[in-house]
């Protein structure tokens, strides 16, 4: 899972430096690109039982709320820095724990309600709204952050009825092809060297590091793993210094650090319960 957010923190980084260039909706169809080339290639070789799904629409949903969330993460970082955006999408643990227990009607005790708590706090301490450094497009990365919950959400009731492989599967084809509806109203071709080997490379790690997460989830509990996830904020810290010469302050790290301590008591309570 470590090495997963260490493609992935490439992944944004590039994905970023593209906004410069290139619609952020053309970004994510070619993030998108290696994934559904790696799972078409899957499905040549296995064959297609991996697309038999016992609910097809809910596999749809999830393709749809991981193409929305990747499009609005796109369009968010063009905006502002990519660790703020980076540290905001750690909230999506306490949105799956409201939806866990609003829509799944999951028990949830006070303690993990003022993790949830606090953790929007720490959301706060890093936006910063009505302050100078505040951008509108923080809500595009707090959207996507949610998006990414109901994915996870209606991961943990298709997990019950399908393989991993059918919901990887459903995930590319849907996602690529609900983003690939717009590719001719923005597709600019890449007319560099440089465009062209930023691109292969992000579709190629992007595609990596799904096949990475799926390998972490068949040798170890979600759960276990997925503490995992937050070490993607020291790679887009690292990249964001030497790249774009940005350098996190103390509000930052302490806001960071409520996010992910609270998703960490969160993510721990929920494995006791």
Known sequence: ???????????DTLAKLLTDSFHPLQIVWMRQLGLFVGVAVYLIVRGPSALKSANPFLQIVRGAAAALSATLFIFGIAHIALTDATAITFVAPLFV?????????????????SAVFIGFVGTIIIVRPGFESFHPAYFLIFTAAFLFAVRQVVSRHLSNMDKTATTVAYTAFASFLMIGVFQPA?????????????????????????????????MATSVSVAPMHYTMIIWTSLYGYLIFDKIPDTLFWVGTILIIMSGLYVLARGKKN
């Open 186 to 218: 923005v597709w600019i071709t890449p007319q560099t060297g440089v465009h062209i080997a930023m691109i292969f490379l992000m579709a190629t790690l992007g595609g990596a590091g799904e096949f990475l997460v799926i390998k972490s989830l068949e």
């Open 97 to 113: 724990t409201i939806l866990g227990a609003t829509v799944l009607r999951e028990p949830v005790g006070i303690r993990r309600w």
């Open 1 to 11: 899972m470590a090495s997963a957010m260490f493609c992935f923190a490439i992944v």
